[in-house]
T-cell receptor
Framework: ETGVTQSPTHLIKTRGQQVTLRCSSQ?????VSWYQQALGQGPQFIFQ???????GRGNFPPRFSGLQFPNYSSELNVNALELDDSALYLC?????????????FGEGSRLTVL | SQQGEEDPQALSIQEGENATMNCSYK?????LQWYRQNSGRGLVHLIL?????REKHSGRLRVTLDTSKKSSSLLITASRAADTASYFC??????????????FGTGTRLTIIP
């Protein structure tokens, strides 16, 4: 177990709604990354936060936004949900601004959009 | 978009045999990482190999990297039932060098038959 916790574990939303997913990073880690994993696919990078600043963003529209708090926990917000947003959302933390290489993943939040 | 592709997509072997998975990628990289995922749960980091390295070992794992062929292989020796999982390679491309933006492949589903 990595010490990265995510909530909620499962949720169901309808198209057009908004969702907030939460992540607590492992103790001592100041970097949080978010990934989207569609069924049967590999994870895709959404963005990374380092010391409360966005430190890189993948190819996702602006309705995907995030925050990192002073305690290094993080939120992922998705507005105007679409059916294709149904996926496992994975949060990962690491102890520095990317230099260590290894990511420590949580168990994910499974979002279903109806 | 996916950077890499794992080959094969699925692999079934008898317990005790060796399992080899391959990963190909498209552009130059600074490092390549392998992760394991048990049935829709979080990913677990296995090993990281940098672009100037050719081979690394960790317990029953052996990873090779051939940057001229843009490919990597993961060998698991003396497989166990607990090795049943999906295995993903992930690359980090310049200008990143740590874990700022991992690009995952499509994964190999490994099944160990007791």
């Amino acid at each position: 177990e990595t010490g990265v916790t995510q909530s909620p574990t499962h949720l169901i939303k309808t198209r057009g709604q908004q969702v907030t997913l939460r992540c607590s990073s492992q103790s001592g880690h100041n970097t949080v990354s978010w990934y989207q994993q569609a069924l049967g696919q590999g994870p895709q990078f959404i963005f990374q936060y380092y010391r409360e600043e966005e430190n890189g963003r993948g190819n996702f529209p602006p309705r995907f936004s995030g925050l990192q708090f002073p305690n290094y926990s993080s939120e992922l917000n998705v507005n105007a949900l679409e059916l294709d947003d149904s996926a496992l959302y994975l949060c990962a933390s690491s102890p520095s601004g990317g230099g260590s290489g290894e990511l420590f993943f949580g168990e994910g939040s499974r979002l279903t959009v109806l | 978009s996916q950077q890499g592709e794992e080959d094969p997509q699925a692999l079934s072997i008898q317990e005790g045999e060796n399992a080899t998975m391959n990963c190909s990628y498209k552009t130059s990289i600074n490092n390549l990482q392998w992760y394991r995922q048990n049935s829709g749960r979080g990913l677990v980091h296995l090993i990281l190999i940098r672009s100037n390295e050719r081979e690394k070992h960790s317990g029953r794992l052996r990873v090779t990297l051939d940057t001229s062929k843009k490919s990597s292989s993961l060998l698991i020796t003396a497989s166990r039932a607990a090795d049943t999982a999906s295995y993903f390679c992930a690359t980090v491309k310049p200008p990143y060098f740590g874990n700022e933006k991992l690009t995952f492949g499509t994964g190999t589903r490994l099944t160990i038959i007791p």
